[in-house]
């Protein structure tokens, strides 16, 4: 994702994970805040790079609500949220869980 905004999540030791959510809203007074184009979870390798998971389901962009997205089992320190926003507007977002598997 060219031009991607990032927020992100690390933990200290290792964790298994296998979804995250995301809470996206649209503030719809003069639209300064809204959806983004698109939105990506990445966790880091242990090499200090960032690698995309393996999702399981399409990432949803509903407003006013936590959309979920379910993916591969990774076992890292740190996981990331990756968005696009769009020209008209800044991304609205309100809150990103990360979900370790118990």
Known sequence: MDGAEWLQNEFGASKSFT?????????????LA???KSWRVQYCDGS????????????GLKLDTFNEGCYERV???ALR???????????????FRTLPVK
Request: aromatic letters at 10%; proline letters at 7%; glycine letters at 8%.
């Open 19 to 31: 979804s995250a959510a995301v809470f996206w809203y649209d503030d719809m007074r003069p639209k």
């Open 34 to 36: 809204g959806p983004p």
């Open 48 to 59: 200090g790079g960032w690698k995309e998971v393996q999702t399981k389901d399409a990432d």
């Open 75 to 77: 076992i890292t320190t």
């Open 81 to 95: 949220l990756a968005f696009e926003s769009t020209k008209a507007h800044a991304s609205g977002l309100l809150e």
